[in-house]
């Protein structure tokens, strides 16, 4: 179909009958026709808005006393399609329905295709995850997560920061933080655009190419992309069958799906988010725990702390400095097990379609460069204090060295002075 909805080659097979009268006729009528016929109402699509944002709260969340305080279901299903293996590992959190129970009042049930829904891992992770269907053309569908929804819901995200306060009030008791208090809330967010009715996914994807990739990457609707980053937006599309197709990027995804099956492949990005959160909050703090590092050599040497730099109050001593290497330790492999845990918490292998899937999301996070950040700063913390620990070794083995030869001397000192 033309633009204008109406077959492609109609016109060229009219002129081809009354090659002079009709060409005239149109040479007459176009100006005409442009003036005067108002332009084709855009398309709406039925789509499912799926918008999930995901906390890190801290250390870990008791997930047992978390279900005595948050009415909620252990455990989270996964569809099991696609040969799905029994192998597929994923995290088992505590899931809550928003709009039902105790926490009716969360939700707004005027919005029609409204649900919300917290889930709390034990890794310390808290995601918000609203789903609302809508029809809507693809030009609304730019930036529709900061529209008003009803009159009790100014927006999508405002709403799920809404919810993430509620329910983290009444969990806060299972809430284990530790040495994992951080000066600001580490968050993702990723939105998912889930059409059903378009005819051939990969048709829609082409006829639609620019509005798409600006979708994508949060640029307007009319941005002059270059067709070079459209190619590259679009060009690693994943289809398990002709009428499913899924394109992602940074902080959004495009589904196409006839059927709307689509849970598993929505599972896969919350895993991924989840990971690539735990991965940037535990770099975070080894970046506040190498400032202490910093400081607590500064003070040991008896330096001037470096500008903005908390100063320590006199030289650190030797026991301070034995305590702090015991904390740093336990800090250090408590960081190894998250890192270790992180890694074993979703291991989807052995299904080929959705590990490929859960390795390119991984991929545009970076997951595997964050890994490595986090890996040598941990290296590095340890060998700070080693080396600042084996320095003050080889100053006390000096200081003896020197008692010692004191010690010898002055009898030989007082024999030879008779």
């Known amino acids: 179909m033309s633009a204008a909805g109406r077959p492609a080659g109609r016109a060229p097979a009219a002129a081809a009958k009354a090659p002079r009268k009709a060409s005239s006729a149109v040479k ?33 969340i008791d997930l047992k006393l978390a279900a005595s305080l948050l009415p909620g279901t252990p455990g989270m299903r996964i569809v099991r399609r696609r040969d799905t293996p029994d192998s597929v590992s994923i995290p088992t959190p505590l899931c809550v329905d928003l709009r039902s129970g105790k926490q009716k009042a969360f939700c707004d049930d005027s919005v029609e295709g409204f649900a919300a829904t917290a889930r709390l891992y034990d890794e310390g992770v808290m995601s918000i995850i609203v789903r609302l269907k809508v029809n809507a053309s693809l030009k609304e569908l730019h930036g529709i997560e900061l529209n008003p929804v009803s009159a009790n819901i100014q927006n999508l995200d405002s709403y799920v920061n809404e919810k993430y306060r ?13 040495h994992y208090n951080t000066e600001r809330m580490e968050r993702e967010t990723y939105t998912a655009f889930c059409f059903a009715d378009v005819g051939k996914p990969a048709e829609f994807i082409v006829e639609n190419a620019h509005e798409l990739t600006t979708l994508l990457s949060g640029e307007p609707f009319d941005a002059p992309v270059h067709p070079s980053q ?92 034995q305590r702090k ?94």
């Open 28 to 60: 007459d009528l176009v100006p005409v026709t442009r003036r005067k016929v108002p332009a084709k109402k855009a398309p709406q699509y039925p789509v499912e808005i799926v918008h999930m944002a995901l906390y890190d709260i801290g250390r870990a």
């Open 166 to 178: 509620a329910v983290l009030e009444q969990v806060a008791p299972a809430v284990i933080t530790d």
């Open 230 to 321: 459209i190619r590259k937006s679009l060009s690693n599309p994943f289809s398990y069958s002709e009428n499913d197709l899924a394109i992602f990027d940074m902080d959004k995804c495009v589904i196409v799906d006839a059927e709307r099956d689509y849970e598993d492949v929505l599972l896969i990005c919350e895993l991924a988010n989840y990971q690539f959160l735990e991965l940037r909050t535990l770099d975070r703090l080894l970046d506040r725990w190498l400032d202490e590092a910093e400081a607590d050599v500064q003070a040991f040497y008896g330096r001037s702390p470096r500008p903005g730099q908390k100063r320590r109050k006199g030289r650190m001593r030797t026991g301070a400095l």
């Open 325 to 418: 290497l015991a904390v740093i330790q336990a800090l250090r492999l408590d960081a190894l097990f998250i890192l270790e845990n992180l890694e074993n918490s979703a291991k989807i292998i052995g299904d080929y379609f959705l590990g490929s899937v859960y390795e390119h999301l991984t991929g545009i996070f970076n997951t595997a460069g964050w890994t490595r950040s986090v890996e040598r700063r941990l290296d590095a913390l340890q060998n700070v204090y080693e080396i600042v620990k084996s320095d003050k070794s080889e100053r006390t083995m000096l200081a003896m060295e020197i008692v010692f030869i004191v010690v010898c001397i002055i009898p030989i000192i007082q024999f030879a002075l008779g």
